[in-house]
């Protein structure tokens, strides 16, 4: 597992680069196969208030699968990882429980599951009970009309909605539309891989 670390307005000291290193070595247990991990540390300074500590954790495993979490609500960076660790081992058990699904087109194998040890607190009868929870319960056909990304924008907030499936007049692609938590807007742009 290659872990790599990138800190931005944080002094990355041998303790801090320690306590990370530490905290995530500990993910491969739980999730065999991991290739990488990104750890972004960063710092925002306010000019109001108190400094809020940015924590953010990407993990790629072998099979593609990309899972991440972020804090960004504690006034300390050590908080705010381990706030982003827990948040990752809650994306692991939502990972793990899809790949135990019946049915999956993904069904792991065998040994590949039984290497993965139970995240701390789980009991199979949470897993087994997620599991049930989980259904397509509506599937609904869009209707995909030439626009601008400023008509995709106007369309969105008048449906009130945080996403927007739309036909991008400007690049002939399809287009998703949402609302970043900031208040600004991103596009995803399908690419075939």
């Known amino acids: 597992m290659e872990l790599k670390i990138h800190a931005r307005n944080v002094d990355l000291t041998p303790r801090l680069q320690e306590h990370v290193e530490k905290k995530v070595n500990k993910l491969d247990r739980y999730m065999p196969n991991i290739q990488d991990v990104r750890v972004d540390l960063a710092i925002e300074r306010r000019k109001q208030g108190v400094d809020q500590a940015i924590a953010q954790l990407t993990v790629r495993n072998t099979r593609g699968v990309i899972l991440r979490s972020e804090d960004k609500k504690q006034p300390d960076i050590y908080a705010a990882l381990d706030v982003a660790l827990d948040k990752m081992y809650r994306q692991i058990h939502r990972y793990k429980g899809k790949r135990k699904r ?6 792991p194998q065998d040994a590949e599951l039984a290497v993965m040890e139970p995240l701390p607190g789980e009991t199979v009868a949470e897993e087994e009970e997620e599991e049930e929870k989980m259904a397509i319960v509506r599937r609904k056909e869009v209707p995909l009309v030439p626009m601008t990304e400023e008509e995709a924008i106007d369309q969105m907030e008048l449906l009130g909605h945080n996403f927007f499936i739309f036909y991008n007049a400007e690049t002939a692609r399809i287009g998703v539309l949402y609302r970043r938590e900031d208040g600004n807007y991103g596009v ?4 075939v891989s």
């Open 102 to 107: 019946r049915g999956s087109r993904y069904a």
């Open 188 to 191: 995803l742009e399908p690419v």
